[in-house]
C-alpha cells in the first residue's frame, strides 16, 4: 500500500496502539488471572503449550523463562499432533486468540484422545465452545487486537500457570516493575521521536531495501523469533533469526560479499546476557565483511524485564519499518488465503 499524500512516515500506524499498551495490559491481566482455574493440583510431568502463529509468541517466552527454574519440561508444540509423551501426567493448555485456529483444535483434540488434562485460553470461538462443552477450565480475555499484538493477554495467564505450579513465580511488584519499564521504554520508542534519539526508528530506516537477520543470545531467543515474525507479519518482509552461541558455529560461514549487499543484522543485547563475548565477535566479523550491524539495547536489571521490553523493541521496530515503507501492517492476504486453501481440503489430506 502506498503512503497517503501529506502522510509522514513517522505517523503511527494502527498497530501502534498495541505496542504502546503492552505494560498496562499485562499489569492489568496478570492481576485479572490470580483465580484462574487449572484442571489439577499436582505438578504435571510435562506442561505442553499448544499454539500456533500469534497465539505462540507468549508460550516462546515462558518456556524460554522457565528453562532457567522448572523441574520439568515446558515447551511449545505448533502444528496438529503431540509429542508421544503427552499423556495422563501431563497439563495441556491450548491456546488460540481467535479460538478456531485449526492447528489448535486438532491439538486439543489429540490431548483428549491421550486423556491429558486440558486448560484453554482464548477470546471465544469454537475452542471455548468445547472446552466449556467438556468441562474444561477456559481463560476468557476480550481483546480487539490481532492474534500477534494480543500477547500480554496470554502471556499474563501463562505466567500465573507456572507460577501455581512452581514452575517459574514470578512476584505482583516485578510484574509492575517490568510493566512500568515496558511503558516508558514504549514511549521512548514512539513514532513522533526523531531518528537520532529512537535507536529503533533509526534501525528500522536503515533496513529499507535489505533483508534483516535478528541475532541474539540464548536469553532474548524467543524475543529474536518473534522479531522475525513480526517483521515478516507487520512491515511484509522476509526476515530471519538467528542465536548465539549456535549461530557462530555455522551461520556466520556464510557472511559473505552477497550477504554484505542484501542483508543486515540487527543485534539484540541486554545487559548481564552470557552471550555479549559471542555478540562482539560477530560485530567485529560482520564489519569486516561489510555486513551492516544495527544494535539494539534492550532495557531491563534481570532477564524477566529484558524479554519482555524486548517485545517492545522488536513490535516497535516492525511498526516502524512498516511506517516508513508506508505499509498498512494489519492486512495478511498471504495467511489467509493458505488458511482458506487448508480448510478446503478433505481431512484426509490434512496431517493430524
Known sequence: ????????????????????????????????????DLPTSHEPDHLVIAA?????????????????????????????????FVGERSLVVAVSC??????????????????????????GGR???????????????ASDAPPRAAVAHILAPLLRILERLGLYVVTTPEVDAAAVRCTRYAESLA??????RNSVRAAAEALVGRVPLVLAGARLAPVAERARNQLAENAKTLAAAAVLPEAAHNIVVGFDAAAAGRWSIVALAAAGDPAAPYLEAVADLAAGR??????????GSDPFEQVLAGLVAVDALSCHLAMVRGIDPLPIPEIEAIRARIAGLPSAEVST
Open 191 to 196: 513514532p513522533g521521536i526523531p531518528a537520532d
Open 127 to 141: 475452542l471455548g465452545e468445547r472446552a466449556a462443552e467438556d468441562g474444561i477450565p477456559v481463560w476468557s480475555f
Open 52 to 84: 500456533t502463529g500469534g497465539s505462540a509468541a507468549a508460550g516462546d517466552i515462558v518456556a524460554g523463562l522457565a528453562a532457567a527454574t522448572s523441574d520439568i519440561p515446558v515447551c511449545v508444540v505448533r502444528g496438529r499432533q503431540l509429542p508421544n
Open 290 to 299: 561489510g555486513i551492516p550491524w544495527l544494535p539494539l539495547e534492550v532495557p
Open 1 to 36: 500500500m502506498s503512503q497517503p499524500a501529506g502522510q509522514s512516515p513517522t505517523d503511527a500506524s494502527p498497530m501502534w496502539r498495541h505496542v504502546a499498551a503492552f505494560g498496562d495490559v499485562l499489569r492489568a491481566e496478570w492481576r485479572r488471572a490470580a483465580d484462574l
Open 98 to 123: 481467535s479460538g478456531n485456529t485449526a492447528e489448535t483444535l486438532a491439538l486439543y483434540d489429540d490431548a483428549w484422545r491421550r486423556d491429558a488434562p486440558i486448560v484453554a485460553i482464548t477470546r
